[in-house]
């Protein structure tokens, strides 16, 4: 990050700043890592591994929704053992789709999602007593990966002890009378399943990470 030396020496508290970001940053791209990277030059994320189970879309759903069968057909593909610890990761554009998810009756649809004050109330932060986290490392809906059933016991990161470096010089752009900060930050990280687990009994595999197909 280049600053000018007058800006500095004008705004002194524009270093702590640069302290404060430099952390959220990281943080939004170490969550997009473990969920969307690759594995080449960067860890291995969720949407990318090899026991990952996407369950398909429902006979004749719509584009870009998301039903209360999805999301039963999701909790029954977790793997049982990393129920009691799976979250749900979510991007925020599928916020309205789980705000009005209902279990339709002869009467009425029963609420999957929301208090029974309804839109009134603070809507809870669960589903199926999971916890939902939105992050923007999740996909926009209707694409694969918009909402993830996640046990993140199961994937394990390696990082260094002295977490983010973070150094200063004026030689880099001396002549232009710039400083220069450099943040360093090293992480690996990779689901511990290779791949999903068959049932002793049942044609279903199960896993430790859970999707939806993409509904387009």
Request: aromatic share 8%.
């Amino acid at each position: 990050v280049p600053v000018m030396e007058e800006l500095l020496s004008d705004a002194s508290a524009l270093d702590g700043y640069l302290r404060r970001r430099v952390p959220e940053k990281f943080d939004f791209k170490i969550n997009l890592a473990m969920v969307q990277g690759t594995g080449v030059g960067q860890p291995t994320g969720i949407l990318n591994s090899g026991s990952l189970v996407s369950v398909t879309r429902e006979s004749g759903q719509s584009a870009d929704t998301i039903i209360h069968e999805n999301i039963l057909n999701m909790w029954s593909r977790m793997y049982g053992p990393s129920r009691a610890n799976a979250v749900w990761l979510y991007h925020q554009d599928i916020e309205p789709q789980l705000n009005s998810l209902g279990f339709s009756t002869s009467a009425t649809a029963v609420p999957i999602y929301m208090p029974p004050g309804g839109l009134s109330a603070t809507p809870y932060s669960s589903l199926m007593g999971r916890p939902m986290i939105q992050t923007q490392a999740c996909e926009t809906l209707g694409d694969k990966g918009d909402l993830v059933l996640v046990d993140l016991s199961r994937y394990t990161t390696v990082t260094k002890t002295s977490g983010i470096r973070a150094d200063t010089s004026m030689h880099l752009w001396f002549d232009y009378d710039q400083l220069a900060y450099r943040f360093i930050f090293r992480i690996a990280g990779q689901p511990i399943w290779g791949s999903a687990i068959s049932q002793r009994d049942g044609s279903n595999t199960l896993s430790w990470a859970v999707t939806l197909d993409e509904r387009a």
